[in-house]
């Protein structure tokens, strides 16, 4: 129904900046809440953020340094990452849900995109 595209990924030292966008296809766009997963090697995958028509959610350990925004006009979500740590360095996935709330948990998203990879070097 709909595909996702991410984007932005790549290698930074730590405390540095990137922003990943997520494209979408498909009709709709404003009706989905949008999510960021991401997922380390040996780690289950886990929430970062989430935004809805405006609200946004955020897991505790991203509050304060990651930001994730949408631009409805252009069918894109976009997650904004400051003060990087090691700790970040995983792939990560945007996701789309027609849940009537915002869900963190990653059986609720629908559909999902491919991934990028974000490598923070210290």
């Known amino acids: 129904q709909v595909q996702l595209v991410e984007s932005g990924g790549g290698l930074v030292q730590a405390g540095g900046s990137l922003r990943l966008s997520c494209a979408a296809s498909?009709?709709?766009?404003?009706?989905?809440?949008m999510g960021w997963f991401r997922q380390a090697p040996a780690k289950e995958r886990e929430f970062v953020a989430a935004?809805?028509?405006?609200?946004?959610r955020y897991a505790d350990s991203m509050k304060g340094r990651f930001t994730v925004s949408r631009d409805n006009a252009k069918n894109t979500v976009y997650l904004q990452m400051n003060s990087l740590k090691p700790e970040d360095t995983a792939v990560y996935y945007c996701a789309a849900t027609l849940a009537v709330s915002i869900p963190t948990s990653r059986e609720r998203f629908d559909y999902w995109g491919q991934g990028t990879q974000v490598t923070v070097s210290s």
């Open positions: 498909g009709r709709a766009f404003s009706r989905y809440a």
């Open positions: 935004i809805g028509w405006s609200a946004t």
